[in-house]
């Protein structure tokens, strides 16, 4: 039996996040389901050609179409740059310029394990009023938010906490970083009402909002507002995600207004 080399595995582990079968795989791809063994278990190597129609057909992310062209052993053209690099300091510049800075309140640019890569100065001044300095490099905001001097602020932990969980339990599906700090935050308790809170029997409100008490008194009503940008071809662009925190109430649109104006 031959030894799967690594682009067979490679092709497989996406092959299997698809949930298609060889035969399924072959089918999309106008191939052979005999093809598609040979290829994962190296006994056929791929060509340009059939990466291409894998590429088109299967709607990859950025990531897995790097990932297989660099198994290949092929040219690849999605390599994963740094962010040292000229072009992914240009692409976070522009976010920076072009969406975090027109908007009014607090709103960050955040990497896959949710380290901030941009912020607005809104987001510079609130976090600052928690003695935190966001001009540091490599400042994960999750760390930030499960750390007990600013979770405290958040004075309805436990209704928002089910949102926060859902969201990191996907986010710790696609990211290690993620993972090992949604596991430890999930060992230490700070999710134990969770289940308790969905099957309370009471109707969950359309939205949630956290409410945030600021050092100097301040009440503040917030909820996220998470994007991306659809253009972005890159391996570790592709999964920025845009936050931008959205004022529920006159009181806090104001507040935030005239604080960090």
Not at 32 to 56: M, N, P
Not at 96 to 102: F, T, V
Request: aromatic fraction near 8%; proline fraction near 5%; glycine fraction near 4%.
């Amino acid at each position: 039996m031959a030894i799967q080399n690594e682009f067979g595995l490679t092709l497989k582990g996406i092959r299997n996040a698809l949930s298609l079968s060889q035969l399924a795989l072959a089918h999309r791809l106008g191939s052979t389901q005999r093809h598609i063994s040979f290829l994962e278990t190296g006994r056929s190597r791929a060509t340009s050609e059939f990466l291409q129609r894998v590429a088109v057909e299967l709607n990859l992310s950025t990531a897995q179409r790097s990932a297989l062209f660099e198994a290949s052993g092929l040219r690849n053209p999605f390599p994963e740059r740094q962010l040292t690099d000229t072009e992914i300091t240009q692409a976070l510049d522009t976010i920076e310029r072009r969406i975090l800075q027109n908007w009014p309140f607090p709103a960050f640019a955040l990497d896959k394990d949710w380290t901030i890569l941009r912020a607005n100065p809104s987001a510079t001044a609130m976090f600052a009023m928690f003695g935190i300095d966001l001009s540091q490099a490599n400042q994960s905001l999750l760390t930030m938010v499960l750390s007990p001097g600013f979770r405290t602020a958040i004075l309805n932990w436990e209704e928002v906490s089910p949102g926060f969980y859902f969201r990191l339990m996907a986010a710790a599906e696609r990211d290690r970083t993620v993972r090992v700090a949604f596991e430890a935050a999930r060992a230490s308790g700070l999710f134990d009402d969770v289940p308790r809170h969905i099957t309370s029997g009471s109707a969950n409100p359309v939205m949630s909002c956290a409410e945030m008490g600021l050092p100097d008194g301040t009440r503040l009503r917030m909820t996220p507002f998470i994007g991306s940008l659809s253009t972005l071809q890159d391996v570790r662009l592709e999964r920025i995600e845009i936050e931008l925190m959205v004022p529920l109430d006159d009181v806090t649109e104001t507040k935030l207004t005239s604080m960090f104006s």
